[in-house]
């Protein structure tokens, strides 16, 4: 009981214009890094975010300024997303809000991505992520754009884009 009373007291200050109260914090970290490992010990993801807050009602995590990294099973670079705000859901999928980046660099291919959208969520355990918002997609010389995708993040990157699908390749 009484930690839950601490954790109110000492709880990060809100900004003017925050988000309203979301219920009774049970806890929070500042500065947190947690790293998921797969079967063989390798880190498979890394979550990273100055402020992570916990509420007690519904059981749910409020991340401010979230970077979720996936890291391939090969030599590729890893995956990096990052957003305005995130919240961690019950069943571990993160549901990231505002302004959404996803990026990788340079393969061995030489080819790097970097998606642009908003409200997004990511599902850890099947490295998968999907919007229903408009996203922009570039990888030189293409740019794709279109309404909604699902991303299959991983050595073989697989985008379906779900609508108004554009797309325009540069002949060099």
């Given at each position: 009981m009484s930690s839950t009373w601490y954790a109110q007291r000492i709880?990060?200050?809100e900004e003017a214009g925050a988000a309203p109260d979301h219920g009774t914090v049970d806890y929070f970290s500042l500065n947190i890094r947690r790293t998921s490992l797969d079967?063989?010990?390798?880190a498979k993801n890394l979550l990273v975010a100055p402020v992570l807050t916990h509420y007690i009602e519904d059981n749910h995590t409020e991340l401010t300024?979230?970077?979720?990294?996936?890291f391939s099973k090969e030599e590729n670079p890893?995956?990096?997303?990052?957003?305005?705000?995130?919240?961690?859901?019950?069943?571990?999928?993160?549901?990231?809000?505002?302004?959404?980046?996803?990026?990788r660099d340079?393969?061995?291919?030489?080819?790097?991505?970097?998606?642009?959208t908003s409200n997004a969520t990511?599902?850890?355990?099947?490295?998968?992520?999907?919007?229903?918002?408009?996203?922009?997609?570039v990888s030189a010389p293409d740019?794709?754009?279109?309404?909604?995708?699902?991303?299959?993040?991983?050595?073989?990157?697989?985008?379906?884009i779900l609508s108004n699908v554009r797309r325009k390749h540069d002949v060099r």
């Amino acid at each position: 009981m009484s930690s839950t009373w601490y954790a109110q007291r000492i709880k990060p200050k809100e900004e003017a214009g925050a988000a309203p109260d979301h219920g009774t914090v049970d806890y929070f970290s500042l500065n947190i890094r947690r790293t998921s490992l797969d079967e063989s010990g390798r880190a498979k993801n890394l979550l990273v975010a100055p402020v992570l807050t916990h509420y007690i009602e519904d059981n749910h995590t409020e991340l401010t300024s979230p970077v979720y990294t996936v890291f391939s099973k090969e030599e590729n670079p890893p995956w990096v997303i990052s957003s305005e705000h995130g919240t961690i859901k019950q069943d571990g999928t993160i549901a990231l809000e505002g302004a959404v980046l996803i990026q990788r660099d340079a393969d061995r291919n030489g080819r790097s991505v970097r998606l642009t959208t908003s409200n997004a969520t990511i599902d850890p355990n099947r490295d998968y992520a999907e919007t229903s918002e408009h996203i922009e997609v570039v990888s030189a010389p293409d740019l794709l754009t279109g309404d909604g995708a699902q991303v299959h993040f991983g050595d073989q990157l697989k985008i379906t884009i779900l609508s108004n699908v554009r797309r325009k390749h540069d002949v060099r």
